[in-house]
């Protein structure tokens, strides 16, 4: 069981090739990091991977679990169990998260299985109350006149809810004051499991000091050049991307 991301290439819609080459397996049970230089192809990759239009995989594949899903949509990819955080419509008027999270849970149950809503908001609440969210969130609208911090906590709560194989989660950290940072961390952590992996995609060490990745890599111009333990974070964090620069005039 994993996500297994083979020599990948992908093209943007201009033919600007953005991924060179990319070589990644997140086996369910670990916690993989993606740190790197701004425009190193980052959010690109996360993004073919959930299946974005404009993002052209050309070569290479990307399986999960063993099935090849580099031609589904990015809706047939979330059924599958792909979640990309922060992918989602800022806000969706007249919708109310209650029912925004709902309405996707139902979309996946087989034609004539029906939600039970007694169990649903039990879960809801509890993950909530977790991720320390006021109830009222319930019934406004999905992110509308939420904060930053809000907004993060909302799609980690989504997330929670939907239950996904393999989570991206794409600089999760940025913008978030220590406190909301810790919380998400919180809702990230309760999701560990045997049989889920988890990507973090992520500018800074900072949110890797909450949540605690089995594996570090460091992504630059479109290819992972560099992989290691817990600790390479630390050393990004105190020597920063210089190492690079060497690397390529050498
Ligand atoms: P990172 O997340 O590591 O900062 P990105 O994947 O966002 O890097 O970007 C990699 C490169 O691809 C950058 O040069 C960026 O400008 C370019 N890029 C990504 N998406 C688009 C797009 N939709 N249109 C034009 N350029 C893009
Ligand atoms: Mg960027
Ligand atoms: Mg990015």
New binding site residues.
């Given amino acids: 069981m994993s996500l297994n991301i083979q020599d990948l290439h992908a093209t ?1 819609e ?1 033919g ?1 090739e ?1 991924l060179k080459g990319v070589t990644l397996e997140i086996p369910a049970g670990e916690i993989h990091a993606i740190m ?10 996360s ?1 073919v991977i959930a299946g974005h239009e ?2 052209i995989p050309t070569s290479g594949s990307i399986t999960l679990d063993g099935v090849d899903i580099s031609d589904l949509s990015i809706d047939e990819r979330s059924r599958q169990g792909i979640f990309l955080a922060f992918q989602y419509p800022n806000e969706v008027p007249g919708v109310s998260n209650a029912n925004f999270i709902r309405a996707a849970l139902q979309a996946r149950l087989p034609k004539g299985e029906e939600i039970d809503a007694v169990a649903y908001y039990k879960n809801l609440y509890a993950q909530m109350d977790l991720l320390e969210m006021d109830r009222k969130f319930t019934a406004r609208a999905v992110n509308e006149g939420f904060s930053g911090g809000e907004k993060k906590r909302n799609e980690i709560l989504q997330m929670i809810m939907l239950d996904p194989r393999y989570c991206i989660l ?1 600089e999760t950290d940025s913008g978030l004051d220590i406190d909301a940072l810790k919380i998400v961390a919180k809702g990230v952590n309760s999701m560990r499991s045997a049989d889920r992996g988890m990507l973090l ?1 992520t ?1 800074y060490q900072r949110l890797l000091d909450y949540i605690k990745p089995d594996y570090v890599h460091v ?1 630059s111009e479109g290819r992972i050049v560099r992989s290691g333990g817990p600790e390479l974070a630390l050393e990004l964090e105190k020597d920063g991307y210089e190492f690079l620069k060497e690397a390529a005039t050498a």
Avoid at 36 to 45: E, Q
């Fill in positions: 943007l201009n600007t953005i790197g230089p701004n425009g190193s192809g980052k959010s690109t990759l993004k404009g993002y794409d995609i500018h992504m």
